[in-house]
Nanobody
Framework: QVQVVESGGGLVQAGGSLRLSCAAS????????MGWFRQGPGKEREFVAA????????YYADSVKGRFTISRDNAKNTVYLQMNSLKPDDTAVYYC?????????????????????WGQGTQVTVSS
């Protein structure tokens, strides 16, 4: 089992920044990828970014590329999502997820079904 806990959400004005954290515990040695997803009001959960633990290779949704940065601290089993130039459209509950298997395609990394464990989410609200 892997436990996933997000933190760092809040209310910010458009153009501002927030940093989300995702701490993983439990069988973290078997975790290969960490991903961030978000779900806005009345919307489906969508991919935001992902990172591979071992290499640090990153993947981003086009909507956040150039504004958001995903990074990891292997010693702390923690992944971060630095969000800059925030827009009202970024308002959502942000979820962190763990994928155990290294064998994947990029499409799988961008899908909800590609992950094994999820956190409870943290609310991010961007005011205009």
């Amino acid at each position: 089992q892997v436990q996933v806990v997000e933190s760092g959400g809040g209310l910010v004005q458009a153009g501002g920044s927030l940093r989300l954290s995702c701490a993983a515990s439990g069988r973290t040695f078997s975790s290969e990828y960490m991903g961030w997803f978000r779900q806005g009001p009345g919307k489906e959960r969508e991919f935001v970014a992902a990172i591979r633990w071992s290499s640090g290779i990153t993947y981003y949704a086009d909507s956040v590329k150039g504004r958001f940065t995903i990074s990891r601290d292997n010693a702390k089993n923690t992944v971060y999502l630095q969000m800059n130039s925030l827009k009202p459209d970024d308002t959502a509950v942000y979820y962190c997820a763990v994928r155990l298997s290294v064998y994947t395609t990029e499409n799988t990394l961008r899908s909800v079904s590609g992950y094994n464990y999820w956190g409870q989410g943290t609310q991010v609200t961007v005011s205009s």
